[in-house]
């Protein structure tokens, strides 16, 4: 008689050690599924670009997405996929156009810019804004032109307190953690080939 007891007891904790890790391996293979969609859900929005950091000085791409004068800009770097190149450690100089500098242009450019065919002109010209270093706008006098990041260069003028770099003038400078923002007046298009 003890050992039908001792059978039957072993027979039901046998039985509910199955029942227990079936629905524990039901458990794991919704939560596989569910890390699968949410990581499908974040291959747009991979590299630097997309970390939040709340603690560090923010960089010169974070300065432009917190700037309601330069949404125009901020379009235009993630139509060319630029975000990851501006959170690079840098220094990097950006030269960045308003809104209003922007809308200054022929009617219809920035929307035809913006076109996915568009990706590698868009990408050439937002490149000629940008420049190694970290300068601010007294020092930059110095400069007769500056080589910018599609390999061409950009004339510095001083007209009196203001500097121009490419024709567009600095109307504002802001530290960022990997560099400066100047924000400037105009658009500045690479010299044509």
Do not use: R, W
């Amino acid at each position: 008689m003890k050992s039908t007891t001792l059978k039957l007891l072993f027979g039901s904790f046998l039985m509910l050690s199955l029942i227990y890790s079936c629905k524990n391996e039901a458990k794991t293979d919704n939560t596989s599924t569910s890390a699968a969609t949410n990581e499908a859900a974040d291959t747009q929005k991979k590299g630097q670009a997309f970390i939040e950091d709340d603690g560090s000085t923010p960089n010169v791409l974070q300065i432009a997405i917190g700037s309601p004068d330069h949404t125009t800009l901020v379009a235009a770097v993630q139509a060319a996929s630029l975000e990851n190149a501006l959170v690079n450690a840098g220094p990097l100089m950006v030269f960045a156009p308003t809104n209003a500098a922007f809308d200054a242009l022929p009617e219809g450019t920035v929307e035809n810019l913006l076109k996915p065919e568009n990706k590698e002109t868009l990408a050439k010209i937002l490149k000629h804004h940008v420049t190694a270093g970290n300068y601010d706008k007294e020092f930059l006098k110095k400069f007769k032109k500056l080589g910018q990041a599609d390999d061409t260069n950009a004339i510095v003028e001083v007209k009196g307190d203001d500097v121009y770099v490419g024709g567009a003038k600095i109307i504002a400078s802001i530290p960022a953690g990997n560099g400066i923002v100047h924000v400037v007046d105009k658009v500045i298009l690479p010299p044509s080939n």
